[in-house]
């Protein structure tokens, strides 16, 4: 009980402390320096490399239209050096969108003990470098004096006349932050859309900064300040945040990092809500506004197109693969369309959003119902379902529904397979554009690979003893292969030869071929035939699961502290039929089990041997359908997987026939 | 034939040929030996130096590569760098499709412009010009030609055929006019050049045709190791902004150096007091390790070279004043204060990099890229990485060591090897103790005591990182299949020591060693595998490999057994000893366990393409389980 009272007693202190510390910054910098330059170590993270002290930033948004607005940024850090990699933290660049930016100031200074007194070392303004960077400008300077144990303190101010009308910038990085401040100052006629991604809740202030009169502060708080009558002014803070660790099978840090993202719609209320955003999606011809219109000319194409189909699904199969197979497309994350779609259809190309828009055109003067899907993919943040925030949005697709079946189809690249979109789309809420829009679900466990690998004796003669293997990939790992195959025709051989050489033998691959490399609607499937020289004396221990779901336990940390998610879901099957050579026999054969992590994921271990026909016969079978699990089930994956790589280590013994 | 006239119209017939060639740059005519493996085809590369003085070189480039494929994307962009010492004029480029007729042309607006040094604490005024003509449709052909005006000579480019896997070379040429000047050239891998004279102008060509593409073999294989053709050249006397040199001897060079950089090792009054203060009383070793702990606690790496800069350092004041530096910056500045801590040290000029890539020793020119210090000592030489805040007193890490350097001395520069680490100084030396579980996991723990480039890699990740961050780092290095950590501590070898040295003890649970078959227990008795990279096993390997670390590994594994275990199968022994290396790993029963003794050793150096298939062997059988497995039964 003491001990909790102590630890309570404790942290309340701490909190007080830094409410106090964050107070200092402002009526008593001098005051502020010394403290930092004393201590070396922080609460929020005793083995911190850096802290940040203190980090301001002010947005000034001074015009905005059409998606593009004027801002000025200013950024000021206070930043105490902790370790000798964090001496570097003295050079920073600073980023700027287009060239047209204007740097306004850059300055900093260096705190140092030195013989017990405060000394500084400024900036000198004529080492500020600003170089180009393709498109963009860059920012160079580098702060003198700075050594462990160093504060450092620098601001630089930009005027980027040209900036994208939506900025977002990260509470939570590679090191802890004390405060972190973020200040927007925008025109009152505009409206400001933010999403603050925080496990605290923002407590909302009427007055000023509160931090100059409070003793004690929430960790995280936002406050309105007085401006001129024709600009509004919103500041979030937030206090004490831990640096974010990186973790192994996270689809995308982004998810979980505390971040504040901000967009303005440049008309009025036009994105305050998901009806306001669909609305403009759906009739702004600038996006697909003309996708309801009819187009007799399209519709000629898609009648000589389907002529020949019978059904529903024959005619949306002969839409997208002419379209896939004939179209050059084009990455593009603008998710509205660049062309005229008949201008599409006649040039034969176009960006993603083209493509696929064109394809939901087609289907709809085919006469099915079909709809344009927004989506971010897993390289960008998820959307969130309460904030209609579309810059979060990177691919469109195509939804079309045949009798009670709906597909996703992606058609701008040519080794994309009907039916499904690539794994990477399958990243939570998308959006289908329609007169009255609707949320979808596209989750990774809704996508699945199916992964066979069959592994038979063709000769059993001891001096000419061979295997043929056939593995038929799933319908991700083919289309991953496709796309790969394109960059190294040999890789295929290279996989072969490195499969072989798991065999606890001497190998040598005869002849190899791969199925269906070229319908990429199909899944792709490899055959190859080796000679094994078993090359066995009197006995040998064999370990027959040759062919591993995994080669190892990918969770090696005991700990955990974000979800496990896998990128789509997964089954693996092993089929195993070794022939012994005569005069020999499985003399000791490990058990069959099944281990399960719950009814939809499982591993199965079958082995028997046959000793009618002297087959030692191994099936394996992975079920891996979750894709998402919390930390809490963290440690039942780990001894799950575990387990599985156990049972695809066990050995048999081989010995002569008595 | 007067001989200049014969070289004229050499040049002349040479120059029509070009033109020919550029009316005929359809795909067609490039023939099936020159399509054999090749992405891209260098259809033509001219490449004109004329030497009017040593302050004003023109050099005109105009080159036309077809490219063939998707693959062959890399050939089509073009870039070329310039700063105050060399501009780039005149850019033009065009794109040609597969019958040779031109579809686009290009000018010098249309080149894109990029700073070379993007990231914080690096500042130069280089920059680099690129384009391209992103065309879709294969195959097609792109033409560039541009001048590069030069007005320094201490340095002249070389030339480089442009050889890479997957692009062969229909003709690549270089000429050189050196108007009243000793033009000094090496041919490397190519015939010497065709000389002529004409009055005071020296005449040079070289020429090379009809090379085929090669294969890029991956592994072991590090392409600019490769037995590049190439030409080096400098001018004997040459001239950079104020400063004259030669290139005449090794020593001429240093003496050029040492000019550059003289009088810049100045310290300030305060710092003079410092170091004095810190040395007093002290043996010269101890004064050089508190001399260099103090560059490494008070100053960081940041580079500034821009012009002259990239060669002559900023004086020890302004690191002093700044507390960062270059290279050279940082070692001159601890120079200086080594000098007022009255101990002589000799900056030492090399070609740094993680491989080995030595100077050309017998062609005297800067070719150089780095500097660190030298202490030279009756008894011993003290080396000092002056840019690193990290590296132990005394070492050297694979970006300098093993290599020619040429020491900058007040008389001229000498040739000399920085230390080499051989096979008994990258050292791993690891005692591992497992006692079996009723759950058939293993208990395992793990002394390692790990020396050389090991220990300094490993000592760096390390060093002032969080517990979880080195539990994480141990995690990692643990190559078993399945286990769960339990400690792990890191430490440095107490005492100074020669060479870096760090402790390593883990504590693991292993998991998936000991499966069961019917009565019998089978052990993978492999409690640390080791696996060397070979990527392409199936390649017929056509050129050298190179191992580029030497190091040997000597581990002893204990495995205790039930006391009632008998052995039913124990694996055979393996010795393997190839010139690149050495793997021997023996398992046997002793008294009541199973003891594994197991060394691998792997010695650097470039080894013939003929040995590729032994080393597949070599490093198949270090990865391989079947060395280690053990089949025991319970007596009762």
């Keep these: ?658 | 034939m007067k001989p200049v006239l014969s070289f004229v119209l050499l040049l002349s017939i040479s120059f029509l040929c070009t033109a020919r060639e550029k009316k005929h740059l359809s795909v067609d005519s490039i023939n099936e030996e020159m399509r054999m493996n090749a992405n891209a085809v260098l259809r033509f590369s001219e490449r004109e130096i004329t030497i009017k003085s040593s302050t004003d070189i023109v050099i005109k480039v105009q080159y036309a590569i077809t490219i063939l494929n998707k693959k062959g994307l890399m050939s089509s962009i073009f870039q070329e760098g310039s700063s105050s010492l060399f501009t780039l004029k005149k850019l033009e480029g065009r794109l040609l499709d597969s019958t040779g007729k031109e579809i686009k042309k290009t000018t010098s607006d249309e080149f894109a412009t990029s700073t070379t040094s993007a990231i914080a604490g690096f500042y130069d005024d280089a920059v680099v010009k690129y384009h391209v003509f992103n065309y879709p449709k294969f195959p097609y052909t792109i033409l560039y030609s541009y001048e590069i005006h030069q007005n320094h000579s201490f340095v002249l480019p070389p030339w480089y055929v442009e050889d890479k896997p997957g692009v062969s070379v229909q003709k690549s040429s270089l000429s050189i006019v050196a108007n009243g000047i000793t033009l000094r050239h090496k041919s490397i891998n190519l015939s010497d050049p065709i000389v002529d004279k004409d009055g005071s102008k020296m005449l040079y060509r070289w020429t090379v045709s009809n090379l085929p593409a090669t294969i890029k073999e991956d592994s072991v294989d590090y392409t600019f190791l490769k037995d590049e053709k190439k030409v080096l050249l400098s001018m004997e006397d040459f001239q950079l902004q104020n400063y004259k040199g030669s290139v005449a001897s090794w020593k001429s060079i240093g003496q050029f150096f040492y000019e550059l950089n003289k009088e810049r090792d100045v310290l300030p009054e305060q710092l003079r007091n410092k170091v004095n203060q810190l040395c007093n009383g002290k043996s010269e070793e101890e004064k050089i390790r508190i001399l260099y702990n103090y560059l490494q606690e008070n100053t960081r790496y940041v580079s500034v070279q821009y012009g002259i800069s990239g060669w002559q350092t900023f004086d020890a004041a302004y690191v002093a004043q700044n507390n960062y530096g270059d290279c050279k910056a940082l070692t001159n500045f601890m120079m200086a204060m080594l000098k007022e801590a009255g101990i002589k040290s000799y900056p030492v000029l090399v070609k740094a990099g993680s491989l080995v890539s030595n100077i050309v020793v017998n062609f005297p020119t800067p070719q150089f890229n780095h500097v660190i210090l030298c202490v030279p000592r009756p008894n011993d030489t003290i080396w000092l990485e002056c840019t690193s805040n990290d590296l132990p007193f005394n070492y050297l890490s694979s970006f300098t060591s093993c290599r020619t350097g040429l020491m900058i001395t007040p008389e001229g520069g000498y040739l000399l090897n920085t230390p080499d680490y051989d096979t008994t100084y990258n050292k791993t030396l690891r005692t591992v103790k497992a006692s079996i579980a009723a759950d058939n996991s293993l208990s395992v723990v793990y002394y390692t005591k790990y020396f050389g480039e090991f220990a300094y890699l490993i000592g760096k990740q390390v060093e002032n990182k969080k517990p979880n961050e080195i539990h994480k780092l141990a995690n990692q290095r643990i190559t078993l299949k399945s286990f769960d950590l339990i400690q792990s501590n890191y430490f440095k070898c107490s005492g100074n020591q020669t060479s870096p040295c760090m402790y390593e003890t883990l504590s693991i649970n292993a998991k998936a060693l000991i499966t069961e078959a019917g009565t019998m227990k089978i052990i993978n008795a492999n409690l640390a595998p080791f696996n060397p990279h070979v990527d392409e096993f199936f390649m017929e390997r056509k050129t050298p490999f190179y191992m580029i670390e030497s190091m040997t590994i000597v581990d002893t594994f204990y495995i205790f057994l039930p006391t009632d275990a008998s052995i039913v199968a124990l694996p055979e022994k393996i010795s393997m000893i190839f010139p690149f290396g050495i793997f021997t790993c023996m398992v046997e029963k002793k008294d009541n366990y199973l003891f594994v003794r197991r060394k691998i050793s792997v010695v650097k150096g470039k080894y013939e393409s003929a040995f590729f298939s032994k080393y597949r062997e070599f490093a198949e059988a270090i990865q391989s389980d079947k060395y280690y497995r053990v089949a025991i039964k319970s007596k009762s």
Excluded at chain 1, 412 to 423: R, V, Y
Excluded at chain 1, 545 to 564: Q, W
Aim: hydrophobic share 35%; net charge neutral.
């Design chain 1, 1 to 658: 009980m003491f001990r909790k009272f102590f630890f309570l007693a404790i942290s309340v202190f701490c909190f007080i402390f830094s409410s106090a510390q964050d107070k200092l910054y402002y009526t008593n910098y001098p005051e502020f320096i010394k403290l930092h330059l004393n201590k070396s170590v922080y609460e929020v993270d005793s083995n911190a490399e850096a802290v940040i002290l203190h980090e301001r930033v002010i947005y000034s948004v001074k015009r905005i239209a059409y998606g593009l607005a004027n801002i000025r940024v200013k950024v000021r850090q206070v930043v105490k050096i902790l370790s000798k990699d964090a001496t570097n933290k003295g050079n920073i660049t600073i980023p700027t969108p287009f060239k047209i930016s204007e740097f306004l100031s850059a300055t900093g200074t260096t705190y140092n003990i030195e013989d017990d007194k405060v000394v500084s070392q400024q900036f000198d303004k004529k080492n500020f470098k600003i170089e180009t960077l393709g498109m963009t400008l860059v920012g160079k300077l580098s702060l003198p004096g700075v050594k462990v144990g160093s504060v450092i303190d620098y601001e630089y101010d930009v005027d980027n006349n040209i900036s994208y009308a939506s900025f977002a910038w990260n509470f939570q990085a590679t090191e802890p932050k004390l405060y972190s401040e973020v200040q927007v100052i925008y025109p009152e006629n505009a409206t400001l859309i933010y999403v603050a991604k925080s496990d605290k809740e923002f407590v909302f202030f009427n007055n000023e900064n509160p931090v100059l009169g409070k003793t004690e502060l929430p960790e995280a708080y936002r406050f309105d300040s007085k401006t001129e009558s024709i600009t509004t002014s919103k500041t979030w803070v937030r206090r004490l945040v831990p640096a974010l660790d990186a973790e192994p099978f996270v689809t995308n840090f982004d998810n979980y990092s505390e971040q504040i993202e901000f967009m303005f719609s440049y008309r009025k209320n036009i994105f305050n809500s998901w009806d306001t955003l669909n609305s403009n999606l759906y009739y702004n011809p600038g996006y697909f506004g003309t996708l309801s219109q009819k187009d007799a000319f399209l519709r000629r194409c898609v009648d000589s197109l389907t002529a020949n189909c019978i059904t529903d699904q024959q005619r949306i199969y002969t839409i997208y693969s002419y379209v896939r197979d004939s179209f050059k497309g084009y990455f593009s994350d603008d998710i509205g369309p660049c062309c005229k779609l008949p201008e599409v259809w006649k040039s034969k190309k176009g960006s993603l959003s083209d493509i696929n828009s064109l394809l939901v055109k087609l289907f709809r003067e085919a006469g099915f119902k079909s709809n344009p899907v927004l989506i971010s993919t897993t390289n960008h943040r998820r959307v969130p379902p309460n904030v209609p925030l579309v810059n979060r949005f990177n691919f469109v697709a195509c939804r079309v529904e045949v009798g009670d079946d709906v597909l996703y189809l992606d058609a701008h690249e040519k080794t994309n397979a009907f039916g499904h979109l690539p794994f990477f789309c399958y990243n939570g809420m998308a959006w289908v554009v329609d007169s009255t829009g609707y949320a979808v679900n596209l989750l990774p466990a809704s996508i699945r690979d199916r992964y066979v690998i069959q592994v038979i004796t063709e000769s059993e003669k001891i001096e000419d003893y061979r295997i043929v293997i056939k593995e038929t990939f799933g319908k991700i790992s083919s289309q991953l292969y496709r796309v790969n195959q394109n960059k190294d025709s040999l890789a295929i051989k290279n996989y072969i030869l490195q499969n072989l050489k798991k065999f606890p033998f001497e190998t040598e691959l005869l002849n190899y071929e791969v199925l269906n490399e070229k319908n990429v609607d199909t899944t792709l499937a490899i055959r190859y035939t080796a000679k094994i020289n078993w090359n066995i004396e009197d006995q040998m221990i064999l370990v027959p699961a040759i062919y591993g779901a995994y080669s190892e336990n990918p969770f090696k940390s005991t700990k955990r502290t974000l979800p496990v998610e896998f990128p789509y879901a997964k089954d693996f099957y092993c089929s195993i039929n070794l022939k012994i050579p005569e005069n020999f026999t499985a003399a000791e054969l490990p058990k069959s089990k099944v281990v399960k992590l719950s009814e939809e994921d499982q591993y199965n271990y079958y082995i028997s041997f046959y000793p009618e026909t002297n087959s030692l016969v191994l099936n394996t079978k992975l079920h891996l359908r979750n894709t998402v699990f919390e930390v809490d089930r963290y440690p039942y994956l780990r001894a799950f997987f575990s387990d599985i790589i156990q049972l695809q280590q066990q050995a048999c013994l081989i010995t002569k026939k008595l």
